[in-house]
């Protein structure tokens, strides 16, 4: 309140609202000189906020389409959207407490005396702002990829300052806290070209298990959407029936082959290779069917 007696509309002030200072104080009620001076600091304050988030939001719409023109990664225009976004809040809110009045000392030491407030009051909000970018920068997955974080899976759409948002397979949003995908175990399912997968193959008792591995391999190998390196590996495991149930575990580029068609495809071969199929022996008759 000294600092605000201490001024009047006509020291020497430079600033475009003069005039409503001056007006105020010209009216003559008790105390007129601080709201007059109050007044027009706290629409500096305003004006100088408003300008300075304007600009700040054109500086970051004009990052982002020269970003999207050289074809930049969504996950650093995300980033850059973020500290745009950071950095324009600030400067606006300490460039309004300038204009408002407060000198750079005040502001200094209220700066710092807010910051270990907020810092003790939002700890957990300011933990995962400070995850979310350093998941942008460290980039454990991007937009688009198949994560799993504890339970939950899913496609990764939005990577924000807070949260991390996944579209589950059955069409579902999880809104994850960033601080979860930053400090806990992270599966990428799509963080490489090239992935595993497997079918597997029922061997009735008695067949040849020893030229069934060869004809499998060489029909597998034979298949050009499947990596040669690594190799097919074939997999036996004897049932309790004396049967054998033969997995075929594969490695394919899936993002430029169907995994799905790829695997009706091994089956059909498979399946032609191996023929004609023995017959199993007959089980015993069902209660109520009459064999005929």
Same mark, same amino acid.
């Given at each position: 309140m000294t600092a605000l007696l201490a001024l009047s509309c006509q020291s020497g002030s430079s600033s475009p609202f003069l005039r409503v200072c001056?007006?105020?104080?010209?009216?003559?009620?008790?105390?007129?000189?601080?709201?007059?001076?109050?007044?027009?600091? %706290?629409?500096?304050?305003l004006v100088l906020f408003?300008?300075?988030? %304007?600009?700040?939001?054109?500086?970051? *719409?004009?990052? +982002?389409? %020269?970003? #999207?023109?050289?074809?930049?990664?969504?996950?650093? *225009?995300?980033? &850059?959207?973020?500290?745009? +976004?950071?950095v324009t809040l600030t400067v606006a809110v300490f460039a309004a407490l300038t204009a408002g009045g407060l000198s750079i000392n005040v502001?200094?030491?209220f700066g710092g005396l807010t910051s270990l407030a907020l810092g003790l009051a939002f700890q957990d909000l300011l933990r995962n702002i400070l995850a979310g970018i350093?998941?942008?920068? @460290?980039?454990?997955?991007?937009?688009?990829?198949?994560?799993?974080v504890a339970d939950q899976s899913g496609s990764v759409q939005t990577i924000q300052l807070r949260t991390t948002a996944l579209r589950t397979a059955d069409g579902r949003l999880v809104?994850?806290?960033?601080?979860?995908?930053?400090?806990?175990? &992270?599966?990428?399912?799509?963080?490489?070209?090239?992935?595993?997968?497997?079918?597997?193959?029922?061997?009735?008792?008695?067949?040849?298990? @020893?030229?069934a591995l060869g004809k499998v391999r060489q029909v597998v190998e034979a298949n050009?959407? &499947?990596?040669? @390196?690594?190799?097919?590996?074939? #997999?036996? *495991?004897?049932?309790?029936?004396?049967?054998?149930?033969? +997995?075929?575990?594969?490695?394919?580029?899936?993002?430029?082959?169907n995994p799905d068609a790829l695997s009706a495809e091994l089956v059909a071969a498979l399946h032609a290779a191996l023929g004609p199929w023995p017959q199993l022996p007959p089980g015993p008759p069902q209660p109520g069917v009459t064999a005929g």
């Amino acid at each position: 309140m000294t600092a605000l007696l201490a001024l009047s509309c006509q020291s020497g002030s430079s600033s475009p609202f003069l005039r409503v200072c001056t007006a105020i104080s010209s009216s003559g009620f008790p105390g007129s000189d601080v709201v007059g001076v109050v007044v027009q600091n %706290a629409i500096q304050a305003l004006v100088l906020f408003v300008i300075v988030v %304007a600009v700040g939001r054109f500086l970051r *719409r004009f990052t +982002t389409r %020269a970003l #999207q023109r050289t074809g930049a990664d969504a996950q650093v *225009r995300t980033l &850059v959207n973020n500290v745009f +976004t950071i950095v324009t809040l600030t400067v606006a809110v300490f460039a309004a407490l300038t204009a408002g009045g407060l000198s750079i000392n005040v502001l200094l030491t209220f700066g710092g005396l807010t910051s270990l407030a907020l810092g003790l009051a939002f700890q957990d909000l300011l933990r995962n702002i400070l995850a979310g970018i350093f998941l942008l920068i @460290e980039r454990p997955f991007r937009i688009g990829d198949w994560i799993t974080v504890a339970d939950q899976s899913g496609s990764v759409q939005t990577i924000q300052l807070r949260t991390t948002a996944l579209r589950t397979a059955d069409g579902r949003l999880v809104i994850l806290p960033n601080l979860s995908a930053f400090s806990s175990p &992270v599966v990428n399912s799509t963080a490489y070209d090239v992935r595993q997968f497997s079918v597997a193959l029922r061997l009735p008792g008695g067949a040849g298990l @020893e030229d069934a591995l060869g004809k499998v391999r060489q029909v597998v190998e034979a298949n050009p959407a &499947v990596s040669k @390196e690594p190799r097919p590996f074939l #997999q036996p *495991r004897l049932d309790s029936d004396g049967g054998v149930t033969l +997995t075929v575990r594969y490695w394919v580029e899936y993002r430029s082959n169907n995994p799905d068609a790829l695997s009706a495809e091994l089956v059909a071969a498979l399946h032609a290779a191996l023929g004609p199929w023995p017959q199993l022996p007959p089980g015993p008759p069902q209660p109520g069917v009459t064999a005929g």
